[in-house]
């Protein structure tokens, strides 16, 4: 069962959170029933992917006065040294070295660029978003082998209204496809069988109990 049509590409944040809206008020009048989520979904080949507010260390071989530490604008752009409005946002940390090391080609010669991520949050399009009766719904970087109850950690648990067994994860990457959660089982009642791995730019909703 799809929340939304597939389509080529994932879903955007912003209609995986409209959906997140749409399936807590269905939660008032039952919920919809959803294939249980697949315990592996982890992604293989998964490559950070630098984020609005991530810290990076920007190091220049031999070039001491341009390696900085800055942090990614909103807008998704750095500024350093010779090197002004650089996209970085969506980008890997070595792909984005590669780009320095061009635009620093014009100035010095065979500039050697290492970039490293010191706090990161990644792009909004592969966080994952909890919504709904955790005790802290929030956005949350992913990282590679994270699990669902990983995720619940971070957001403090399920709330006492919270309907955890009725739970649903939103798989943007599959178009929106829902999948059932059983979050009671797993932090109520110690069932790891009810973990799940989770991708990036999935959207887990905890509705509330009418019991």
């Known amino acids: 069962m799809s929340l939304f049509s597939r389509g080529p590409g994932s879903v955007s944040p912003v209609r995986l ?3 997140a809206f749409i399936a807590l008020l269905l939660g008032a009048c039952g919920t919809p029933h959803y294939p249980p989520a697949p315990n592996d979904a982890a992604t293989v080949e ?3 992917l630098i984020g609005a507010g991530d810290s990076l260390n920007i190091i220049v071989w031999r070039n001491p006065e341009l390696s900085m530490t800055l942090q990614v604008r909103p807008d998704g752009r750095i500024s350093t040294p010779l090197v002004e409005d650089l996209q970085a946002v969506g980008r890997n940390p070595a792909d984005l070295a590669r780009d320095i090391e061009k635009a620093l080609a014009k100035y010095i010669r065979d500039p050697v660029v290492t970039v490293v991520v010191n706090n990161f949050q990644g ?6 978003r909890i919504v709904g009766e955790a005790a802290k719904p929030q956005a949350v970087p992913y990282r590679q082998n994270m699990t669902v109850l990983d995720v619940m950690i971070v957001a403090g648990g399920l709330t006492e209204y919270a309907d955890g067994n009725g739970a ?8 929106g ?10 932090l109520k009642r110690g069932d790891i ?4 791995e989770v991708k990036p730019g999935d959207v887990i909703i905890i509705p509330q109990s009418w019991f």
């Open 193 to 196: 069988s009810a973990n799940v």
């Open 177 to 186: 496809k829902g999948y059932s959660l059983r979050l009671r089982d797993l």
């Open 123 to 128: 792009p909004f399009s592969e966080q994952i």
């Open 17 to 19: 959170l409209f959906a």
């Open 46 to 48: 998964y490559r950070y």
């Open 168 to 175: 649903v994860l939103v798989r943007g990457s599959e178009g």
